[in-house]
């Protein structure tokens, strides 16, 4: 439960009822701060110090971009929630090892980039503006949250070859029960947030919200996507890389592992060395559902 989650459940259950608008507004910003902002660890450093760095001023932030390489087979990389691009270094300096330009970017309230906020609207926006900055992509390599924004981004017009997800979340619907469970707020709160949403965040888009799930609609995007996802993930449960994989069905193959958790994941070498491998492939590898480290396959 959050520090001041009895205070601000009173509050946004009251409003929710009586100021429909302000409680949407409100509840709306809480649920898109992240908790703390990541910083770079020495070990990442020395990549990113070696990046062309610029800025995009999107939706009214400053994002702080990163590239390397001489701009030919761009991949992209989607850092997850209080996280940041610099999470992701073990993939970019294996794809630049092969010959790829990794692109990257810090979120607004992540990394290096400013504001205090940011949401899946935004992930999209910046998104589309390195694809029209890079081109098409090869791959993109996505971790968490990023996985359900990058799912958004191909099905608005974003185009790459392939997809890697990493302790991926497939439905939103899971971040608004976390959300609902942390504040302990009514449903009717989710739905005046709903209502903000779709008035003021994203308007023009009818439906928009309903199209937030990775899993709704991925036929859509009509890629191969290989997708980790470790057995005792305590951010994200497996059963999020389970359903988003059939939802894909004989496109995608899940690689369930153990012991790696939700943030190991990114810096495992068998890990890396796979995605790359797959994100730099010319053509899908055989579906399925793999394991590691004695882990059994579990039914969809």
């Keep these: 439960m959050y520090p001041m989650a009895p205070l601000v459940r009173t509050a946004l259950n009251t409003a929710a009822r009586v100021a429909p608008g302000p409680a949407g507004r409100l509840a709306f910003h809480l649920f898109v701060r992240p908790l703390g902002r990541a910083r770079q660890r020495p070990e990442e450093q020395t990549l990113f110090a070696a ?33 940041r691009a610099s999470r992701l270094t073990a993939f970019a300096e294996a794809l630049i090892e092969r010959g790829y330009s990794p692109v990257a970017f810090d979120a607004p309230g992540h990394g290096e980039s400013s504001g205090r906020a940011s949401n899946i609207i935004e992930y999209r926006a910046i998104i589309r503006e390195l694809h029209a900055a890079h081109g098409d992509f090869d791959a993109v390599v996505a971790h968490s949250f990023g ?3 990058t799912h958004l981004a191909l099905r608005d ?6 997809l890697v ?50 899993d709704g609609s991925p036929a859509e995007l009509d890629l ?4 980790f996802h470790d057995e005792a993930d305590d951010m994200v ?14 496109r995608a193959r899940l690689v369930v592992t153990q012991g790696l958790g939700h943030r190991r994941i990114l810096t495992d070498p068998g890990v890396v060395a796979e995605a790359v491998d797959f994100a730099t492939a010319g053509s899908a590898t055989e579906p399925a559902v793999t394991t590691r480290d004695g882990v059994s396959p579990t039914a969809w």
Excluded: C, N
């Excluded at 029960?177 to 009818?206: K, S």
């Excluded at 449960?237 to 004989?250: N, T």
């Design 224 to 227: 191969p996507v290989l997708l």
């Design 157 to 162: 017009g974003v185009r790459a070859d392939r």
């Design 147 to 149: 996985v359900l924004a």
């Design 51 to 83: 990046a062309r760095t610029e800025r995009l001023r999107v939706r009214g932030k400053d994002v702080v971009t990163y590239a390397w390489g001489d701009g030919r087979r761009p991949v992209l990389l989607v850092h997850g929630w209080s996280s």
């Design 165 to 214: 997800g990493l302790g991926g979340v497939s439905s939103f619907t899971m971040l608004l029960a976390g959300f609902r469970a942390g504040f302990g707020v009514d449903e009717l709160v989710i739905r005046r947030m709903r209502a903000h949403v779709e008035r003021r965040v994203a308007p023009g888009e009818p439906g928009i919200w309903d199209r937030f799930d990775a």
């Design 237 to 250: 449960p497996v059963v999020q890389g389970r359903r988003l994989a059939r939802a894909h069905g004989d």
